[in-house]
């Protein structure tokens, strides 16, 4: 069975940092591309990085320079580093794994239940 758990969310003052896990068991998590995604209530789901099986990292515009993600393979961990957090980054955290293309739109086949940040 699938599991990808988040946790490492909490309520922090604005310039503050967070540090976001998400463990992963039931899938190859050594070989999997996976990714952090955000959602506010009301607003579509938005990607805020990407990470390889080799490693390299993607990241979406608003978010670089200021978040890094990366992947302990031996600890089946995903981790997101959030520096300078801004009001406008509240929201509830999601990752996800085992990437695949279809359609030209590059999709997740697992996605964790979330973790809630929110930045005063």
């Known amino acids: 069975q699938v599991q990808l758990v988040e946790s490492g969310g909490d309520s922090v003052q604005a310039g503050g940092s967070l540090r976001l896990s998400c463990v992963g068991y039931?899938?190859?998590?050594?070989?999997?591309?996976m990714a952090w995604f955000r959602q506010v209530p009301g607003k579509e789901r938005e990607g805020v990085a990407t990470?390889?099986?080799?490693?390299?990292?993607r990241y979406a515009e608003f978010v670089k320079g200021q978040f890094t993600i990366s992947k302990d393979n031996a600890k089946n961990t995903l981790y997101l580093q959030m520096d300078s957090l801004k009001p406008e980054d509240t929201a509830m955290y999601y990752c996800?794994?085992?990437?695949?293309?279809?359609?030209?739109?590059?999709?997740?086949?697992?996605r964790g239940q979330g973790t809630q940040v929110t930045v005063s």
């Open positions: 996800a794994a085992e990437c695949y293309v279809m359609d030209g739109v590059l999709r997740f086949r697992y």
């Open positions: 039931g899938f190859g998590f050594s070989w999997s591309c």
């Open positions: 990470i390889g099986s080799d490693g390299s990292a």
